[in-house]
């Protein structure tokens, strides 16, 4: 069993950044693939970005290519997603979620959900 709480949401303009960050619970979490996913109001959750067990392999959405990075501290349990040059289009609730299988974009291959943390980015 993996527990996953974000924060680090807030509101910010078009330009600037945050910082997300997902502590999670569990001795194991280490074995876990961790994705960020994010969904706007109408629209379905979308893949973000995801990090290997060891933070070896990442991968990213094209959207957030070259401006997001996703990083994680096993030690301490945490994986961050660091998002720079933020858009409105940017805006949604982003999720972390935890997966026992190999890196991947799908929805459906992650086992656990945290609550989000709202992300508004105004132009």
């Known amino acids: 069993q993996v527990q996953l709480v974000e924060s680090g949401g807030g509101l910010v303009q078009a330009g600037g950044s945050l910082r997300l960050s997902c502590a999670a619970s569990?001795?194991?979490?280490?074995?876990?693939?961790v994705g960020w996913f994010r969904q706007a109001p109408g629209k379905e959750r979308e893949f973000v970005a995801a990090?290997?067990?060891?933070?070896?392999?990442?991968d990213y959405a094209d959207s957030v290519k070259g401006r997001f990075t996703v990083s994680r501290d096993n030690a301490k349990n945490m994986v961050y997603l660091q998002m720079n040059s933020l858009r409105p289009e940017d805006t949604a609730l982003y999720y972390c979620?935890?997966?026992?299988?190999?890196?991947?974009?799908?929805?459906?291959?992650?086992?656990?959900w945290g609550q989000g943390t709202q992300v508004t980015v105004s132009s």
């Open positions: 569990g001795r194991t979490f280490s074995r876990y693939t």
């Open positions: 990090v290997s067990w060891f933070g070896s392999t990442r």
């Open positions: 979620a935890a997966s026992s299988r190999h890196l991947g974009t799908d929805v459906e291959q992650y086992n656990y």
